[in-house]
């Protein structure tokens, strides 16, 4: 995803960059980058990566450590010796400047990094400095550590294949289970990132994504740190977040990024401590394009505020809202009927100048969806939600979050359960989109025989929050 570059002062590129750091004394702060492809001199990756680089030397204080999930070498060649010469000019040439500031550096096994077996030796020789406690098959390849009260695991994923070892991360975050920061990391991203659903050559495969996730829920892991994609892109399942970062130089995708039109590359700092986890997306320039604070809070759902038809457009005003998460509790009952009929609305937000309403919340026969226009001018993308059937009663929330890409729009069915995103195949979420002018319950911007809903019991709550928290810089 992306917030214009032109919404921000230049960055001077000899100025200091604030580190992000922790609130209190319980917290952790590092860098996520990766994929850069790189290790061979005077190619274009290899000067996006000295750019990004150059940025990273700004921040003060170091980051505590760097996670890279992957794909630092171009790889794919058969000549072992030219494999072992991109390692070399990588780790002491490119990355040099993280040894002469005694950062450690945590690699990910990746397609690029460790694609046959004498490519898998290679990345062993290479990383004696990883811990060697992975399970006995993936010795070298598969790590994980701990600093106090954070716990750090590293999966082995190679090329197209997710070999990750359960009963063994599940040892090691059982085994760990007092750490109160956990962070899983792999190469590829488990759920699909901005249109990208080809598996296993971008995500993983539908039927292994369940049992490693379920893992990640159990023991209450805050993130998933993933690469593979030319993008930044953040998600939130069942309350854990997939945060992916695949900006540090790779060339690749339509327009060089994946897409072109949303991307940059980019580094991400990152602080996690009792207040929670917080990031900021610096692109190659220091320019400060993105940034969350997880999670966010909302107020107790029976002080939220019930739309009132009459006044809905004032209540939701854009002044309000549009810098805001937004948050609707919606609750009804489906009409029992077998035939098509279509479209119903729940809540749509209307501009005048818009052809499609800006956001439009219904069912698309028996599913629950999300459409927004992310770009003025260019129609709808889409959200998938849950299957509803006819004759059923519903009580679900949906959020806003103006912060998150296309990871911003948010469901939950209650305020005691997590929130997870909705799938899209859009590169956009809410961060270009334009809040709407009016709004209507229960029927289209045409009116009430336009995509009315047919059920009963139709209501409608809202609250808001800006969920910025509290955040702590470096001097």
């Not at 040894?99 to 290479?126: G, V, W």
């Not at 220091?286 to 999670?295: A, D, I, K, V, Y």
Request: some cysteine.
């Amino acid at each position: 995803m992306t917030v214009s570059s032109e919404q921000y002062d230049k960055t001077d590129h000899d100025e200091i960059i604030p580190a992000l750091l922790p609130c209190d004394e319980s917290g952790h702060h590092f860098v996520m980058y990766s994929d850069c492809c790189s290790g061979i001199p005077g190619k274009a990756v290899a000067k996006n990566l000295e750019h990004v680089n150059e940025m990273l030397k700004r921040i003060q204080p170091s980051p505590q450590f760097i996670s890279f999930p992957g794909d630092a070498v171009k790889g794919y060649t058969n000549d072992s010796n030219e494999l072992q010469q991109q390692w070399d000019y990588w780790l002491n040439i490119q990355m040099n400047w993280i040894r002469e500031r005694n950062i450690p550096l945590y690699q990910s096994t990746s397609n690029h990094n460790t694609y046959d077996d004498q490519s898998e030796a290679i990345f062993r020789k290479t990383h004696l400095d990883l811990p060697q406690n992975g399970p006995v098959d993936q010795i070298g390849l598969a790590y994980w550590f701990r600093r106090k009260n954070f716990l750090y695991v590293s999966t082995h994923q190679p090329d197209q294949k997710m070999l990750i070892n359960h009963l063994w991360l599940d040892r090691v975050l059982s085994e760990n289970e007092d750490a109160q920061f956990k962070f899983v990391v792999g190469h590829y991203p488990v759920f699909p990132v901005n249109g990208y659903t080809a598996w296993p050559l971008w995500c993983f495969p539908p039927n292994q994504r369940r049992q490693f996730w379920d893992l990640l829920v159990k023991h209450n892991v805050n993130a998933y740190l993933t690469s593979h994609i030319i993008a930044f892109d953040v998600q939130a399942h069942d309350g854990v977040l997939q945060i992916l970062s695949g900006g540090a130089g790779t060339i690749a995708g339509p327009g060089g990024l994946m897409p072109g039109c949303c991307e940059y590359h980019h580094a991400v700092q990152m602080a996690v401590d009792e207040q929670g986890l917080r990031y900021q997306v610096h692109d190659q320039t220091g320019q400060l394009r993105e940034h969350l604070n997880w999670p966010f809070n909302l107020s107790p759902v029976e002080h939220w505020e019930p739309i009132d038809e009459r006044r809905i457009s004032d209540q939701l005003d854009t002044s309000n809202l549009e810098h805001n998460i937004t948050a609707f509790r919606i609750r009804g009952l489906r009409r029992n009927q077998g035939d098509y009929i279509g479209d119903e609305t729940l809540i749509c937000g209307i501009a005048r100048n818009e052809g499609a309403e800006p956001i439009w919340i219904g069912f698309d026969q028996d599913q629950l969806q999300v459409r927004i226009v992310t770009l003025s001018g260019s129609g709808w993308q889409y959200w998938h939600g849950p299957q509803l059937s006819n004759g059923s009663s519903f009580d679900f929330q949906i959020a806003l979050h103006p912060a998150m890409g296309p990871g911003g729009i948010l469901f939950r069915t209650g305020e005691n359960t997590a929130w997870s995103s909705l799938p899209s195949t859009s590169s956009r979420g809410l961060e270009l989109a334009k809040w709407p002018q009016y709004w209507a319950i229960a029927c289209g911007q045409s009116g009430p025989s336009d995509r009315p809903f047919k059920g009963k019991a139709l209501k409608v709550t809202f609250t808001k929050t800006n969920g910025q928290g509290i955040v702590n810089y470096g001097s």
